[in-house]
């Protein structure tokens, strides 16, 4: 049942966009490797993503950085930005829903939280305890466009096709945040770590994926 809606939001979203005849907004934003490297008490080192990974995700700007804290001894924090200024011709946002179990790592725990953040009104996320071995990792993902957070990727299309037809722009980005647990560690004790983390994030955002 999942699959025919979603078959059917994507043959949505394709005819809608292409049937759309003006050109298509393109307002102007900061790369994102200009998105700060060190903010509060995070310092960043940028990660790699291999060419075969930059094949799949196709035409976009991408953001993948793993962010230390100068004060302690906590782990770090990994921050995944795609951001897909046109999704008319097909290139649209992966959901980690699919990327995650290809890299090996299986779900134990998935929720949906709500992100309540100072200077914005909560929103959805998706919260997932990951495992792969003996590792853990938490992660927080969401879809996010013209200051919007989602959870849902079936939200998230019908958005785009609305957003298409109302301002005539169909970019859009994946948010996603992670870090790992500590052996013995709760998921209860890392998701503090990366609340205020993902409070600075989105205040910063507008910059890179414009309103």
């Known amino acids: 049942m999942r699959f025919i809606a979603a078959a059917a939001l994507i043959g949505l979203t394709a005819v809608l966009l292409q049937a759309r005849g ?20 995070w310092k960043a080192t940028d990660l790699p993503i291999d060419k075969e990974t930059l094949d799949i995700l196709g035409p976009g700007d991408f953001l993948l950085r793993e962010y230390s804290p100068q004060t302690n001894l906590s782990p770090t924090v990994n921050l995944y930005i795609a951001y897909f200024p046109s999704q008319r011709a097909g290139d649209t946002i992966h959901s980690p829903k699919n990327c995650l179990p290809g890299a090996g790592w299986l779900p134990v725990e998935s929720e949906r939280i709500q992100l309540s953040l100072p200077g914005h009104a909560p ?48 970019d859009g980005a994946l948010v996603r945040i992670s870090t790992a647990m500590l052996p013995g560690e709760s998921s ?24």
């Open 22 to 41: 003006r050109n298509e907004v393109f307002p102007k934003r900061l790369p994102l490797n200009a998105f700060p490297q060190q903010f509060g008490a």
């Open 123 to 170: 929103f959805p996320v998706n919260r997932y305890v990951i495992a792969k071995g003996d590792s853990r990792l938490l992660v927080l993902y969401w879809y996010w466009a013209h200051d919007r957070g989602i959870a849902s990727e079936y939200w998230a299309k019908y958005y785009l096709v609305a957003d298409a037809i109302r301002m005539n722009r169909s």
């Open 188 to 211: 209860i004790a890392a998701q503090q770590r990366l609340m205020p983390f993902s409070g600075t994030v989105v205040s910063l955002l507008d910059d890179y994926i414009p309103r």
